[in-house]
């Protein structure tokens, strides 16, 4: 009985022992040794209909918002309440402080909006949701499809699309700014590394008011794990409006079944809702 307690009490120091995950940090996952089928052009083959499972994740990028219960109430929709930050340590955005204050403050308005400017893009005129948030939008699906030297992602949720070359074609003109950005990709092994310039500052990351100029980089890693995991990660960098780059990782894309037709998504019509949240 003895020698099974102290069995018991090193079991427990070891386990305490390991370091656990930083607040608001998602394991990092394993570098892929997978060899996925591969196209004639060389590239991996990620070709096919993929799906997040994130659901109410754009209300908060940074999570634990105390009145994401209500708006839950009012969505109908799931979440577990976790962030989609992983670097800075603490899951916060690293405004610089004059931004951390306006972000606040739309924050602390957006459910009783005092002007149109509180209200967020998406639900404000349907405006297309801009790199990285498509990517975390809940119930969105994605098809990619692969012609030679291009990435094409075309997502069910506002008929938003990306054709992504893989070579050094030269960058548009530093002032066009378009709602999805500028990408540009090329293949580290089984990992599409996009980096994407050209940003509209118009767009917002979540619902309650996190913003960015159009001085916005994002680079993001696509790794295809196996062949039904399909991560990604994006580092945003943005001098005019960030102290530091910081870096998401929403839970992995998976499959969906063959066959599947994506909707067409009619976002605009009818749509009524700014007019409704500035009447008071």
């Not at 120091?13 to 570098?31: E, S, V």
């Not at 809940?138 to 054709?163: C, D, K, L, S, W």
């Not at 074609?169 to 990408?183: F, I, Q």
């Not at 916005?216 to 780059?245: G, H, K, N, Q, S």
Request: with cysteine.
């Amino acid at each position: 009985m003895l020698r099974f307690i102290c069995f018991v009490v090193t079991t427990v120091a070891l386990l305490a022992a390991i370091p656990a995950p930083l607040a608001g940090q998602a394991p990092t996952p394993a570098a892929s040794t997978w060899d996925p089928p591969r196209l004639p052009d060389g590239q991996p083959n990620i070709q096919g209909v993929w799906s997040n499972p994130e659901r109410a994740r754009t209300y908060s990028v940074e999570g634990g918002n105390p009145d994401r219960a209500q708006h839950l109430n009012i969505t109908g929709l799931d979440t577990d309440d976790r962030g989609l930050v992983i670097d800075p340590p603490d899951g916060k955005i690293p405004y610089q402080p004059w931004a951390a204050a306006k972000r606040q403050d739309i924050s602390d308005n957006h459910m009783d909006p005092p002007s149109i400017d509180y209200i967020d893009p998406v639900a404000r005129g349907c405006f297309l949701e801009g790199v990285p948030r498509i990517n975390y939008q809940g119930g969105n699906t994605m098809r990619i499809m692969q012609p030679p030297g291009y990435v094409v992602m075309i997502h069910e949720f506002q008929h938003a699309y990306r054709v992504i070359p893989l070579d050094d074609r030269p960058r548009l003109a530093d002032n066009v700014k378009l709602w999805m950005g500028e990408s540009h990709g090329r293949w580290e092994g089984n990992t599409l590394v996009v980096e994407v310039t050209g940003n509209d500052g118009r767009t917002w990351f979540d619902i309650v008011g996190s913003f960015h100029s159009d001085a916005l980089r994002v680079v993001e890693r696509w790794t295809i794990a196996d062949a039904r995991t399909l991560t990604y990660e994006a580092t945003l960098d943005d001098p005019d409006v960030f102290a530091r780059p910081w870096t998401i990782s929403p839970r992995p894309f998976t499959p969906v079944e063959q066959g599947y037709e994506q909707w067409e998504d009619a976002c605009v019509e009818g749509n009524a809702g700014v007019e409704l949240m500035l009447q008071r």
